[in-house]
């Protein structure tokens, strides 16, 4: 971010940023905790990271903070591996080599907790969805198949498979084995942060677009404060990984923040040397029982799931026009997921507008985004409508969240603004558009976080309808859309993201996140625009 004027101007639909302190008792005491953490900043904060001194309160501590090493085997960093395979560059993914091995001997050497994930199926596959075992197929890797070095693509137990030696574990460090791209999604690493008290998560490995920036997003929306480093991640794509370091950047830190190995190494220096006493161990005047409760435990409930659609769907599977290549649709298992068209963030005198934001580029996607609704309904698809909220107590609203950016009080979560209390549910602000406003009979959700999968019901109520495949549309591309649709991915959902139907306050953004979902043969999803989905599914 350039400077903080900028950084109070630009901002996505997808807020992140704190929270009023209003006469709420549960906020007035965050409150206090905020001033008792502001008061031990300068003894444990980051000096270089971007966009603000990680972490948020200056809480870093050996025993709330966590360095995970992301995927660094050799089917991603080897000769004769997936990556290899595909025709990637092996020496980007190789470049965090070296500075990887400085933290892992600093975090080590200070007793901070060190984990290490590894991407892989089951010698059977029973754990591979078919469309990413299809997609790898496609580019020449096919999961599961033999490389040239014998060993099989991304199978646990395969020498491929193995973190490269370099890096390796020692004994004690713990090692996640995840099927998908997050190192969230069908493991027990939450489960064993939790155990562990970390709070805290500094992140490394390959590749930065992908599996870190999934990682990323799964861990900002369960309450994490992250801090993603520069030269200890690569993409097979430098322009991606500029990009994912560059979002993570904006709106005051959307996901968490940035820096190089140098900065944290250094912080890590004097963390270590500094004196540990009852205050430093718990700068915000919690004890650990009072820091574990104030982290949601439960998931909220969504608005009343809806009756089925009024005209159901047929039996018809339809052929879409799309990059990187067709997408085949079945309507009676579809489902059009509509995000966070919301006032707040469309509409002048809402918060995205008195932020600074230019509206236009939001609003350009609303007649797409109309079109493919309408389209969608016509052929009995289920429709399903997000908002990002919290409840008007702010219990689900994390810490890191609510504390994070630099914004007065009157434009933080819960605030009242002009169009009511900013991300309240049943407030103006936080309705959806008239455009593209639900209809009797479609979904409403209400979503704590950025992706739409987390702490909601979304997954159970799709999966009891018998729906594999996902139409995306929404706000901000490259925030909660993208984070929905990475949700989705790793869950086995074949995703297609309407190109024109969602908008960012920063195209740049959009053009990166349509680039990085069809990158490797659509290693996400497929990306169509309105006209096209609408003309194939009135054909059919």
């Known amino acids: 971010m350039a400077n903080k004027t900028e950084g109070r101007k630009t ?12 006469s709420h008792a549960s906020t007035s005491c965050l409150q206090s905790q905020l001033r008792k953490g502001k008061q031990q900043r300068c003894q444990h904060t980051m000096e270089g990271s971007k966009p603000y001194a990680w972490p948020f309160d200056g809480d870093l501590r050996p025993d709330n903070t966590a360095l995970i090493v992301i995927d660094m085997q050799v089917d991603f960093c080897g000769k004769g591996g997936y990556v290899d395979c595909m025709g990637y560059d092996i020496s980007l993914t190789r470049a965090p080599i070296e500075p990887i091995k400085h933290v892992l001997a600093a975090c080590r050497a200070g007793g901070f907790t060190v984990m290490h994930t590894r991407e892989g199926h089951r010698p059977d596959l029973s754990d591979l969805p ?28 395969e020498p491929g498979w193995e973190i490269i030696e370099e890096l390796a574990p020692l004994e004690g460090e713990v090692v996640i084995d995840k099927p998908g791209k997050g190192s969230f999604c069908a493991t027990d690493l939450d489960l064993m942060l939790r155990c562990r008290g970390i709070r805290n998560i500094i992140l490394a490995g390959v590749t930065t677009d992908v599996c870190v920036h999934t990682t990323m997003r799964e861990a900002n929306d369960r309450g994490y404060e992250c801090l993603l480093l520069t030269d200890c991640t690569a993409a097979t794509d430098p322009a991606n990984h500029a990009a994912a370091i560059s979002m993570v950047q904006k709106q005051g830190g959307v996901f968490g923040a940035v820096a190089d190995s140098t900065a944290l190494m250094h912080a890590l220096t004097k963390v270590s040397s500094s004196k540990s006493s009852p205050a430093a161990a718990q700068p915000n005047g919690l004890d650990t029982a009072s820091a574990a409760a104030s982290v949601p435990a439960s998931l909220p409930a969504s608005v009343p799931a809806s009756v089925p659609a009024s005209v159901p769907a047929r039996d018809v599977m339809v052929e879409v026009p799309a990059q990187p290549y067709a997408y085949s649709l079945p309507l009676r298992k579809a489902a059009l997921v509509m995000i966070d068209f919301q006032k707040d963030f469309l509409c002048e005198g809402g918060f995205g507008g008195a932020l600074g934001n230019d509206l236009s580029h939001l609003q350009a996607c609303l007649p797409p985004a109309a079109k493919l609704l309408a389209a969608c309904r016509a052929a009995g698809i289920a429709v399903v409508h997000t908002m990002e909220a919290h409840k008007a107590d702010l219990s689900d609203l994390h810490p890191a969240k609510a504390c994070r950016g630099n914004l007065p009080e009157e434009l933080r979560i819960g605030a009242v603004g002009a169009m009511g209390r900013i991300l309240i549910r049943g407030e103006p602000g936080n309705g959806i558009v008239d455009e593209v406003a639900p209809i009797e009979g479609e979904k409403l959700l209400y979503k704590p976080g950025k992706g739409a999968f987390y702490a909601t019901d979304l997954e159970p109520w799709l999966h009891s309808r018998g729906i594999s495949h996902l139409l995306i549309a929404g706000v901000t591309t490259e925030v909660c859309v993208q984070t929905t649709m990475r949700e989705a991915n790793d869950r086995g959902f074949e995703c297609l993201l309407v190109s024109d139907a969602t908008g960012s306050y920063f195209p740049a953004f959009k053009a990166a996140v349509l680039q990085m979902v069809t990158a490797q043969g659509g290693i996400v999803g497929w990306t169509a625009d309105a006209d096209t989905v609408a003309a194939a599914l009135s054909s059919s």
């Not at 901002?11 to 209003?22: D, K, M, T, V």
């Not at 580019?139 to 490389?147: K, L, M, R, V």
């Open 11 to 22: 901002f996505s639909a997808a807020l992140i940023f704190s929270s009023s302190f209003s």
């Open 130 to 157: 078919a469309n990413k075992h299809w997609r790898s197929k496609q580019i020449g890797a096919a999961i599961g198949e033999a490389g040239p070095s014998g060993s099989r693509l991304l199978v646990r137990g």
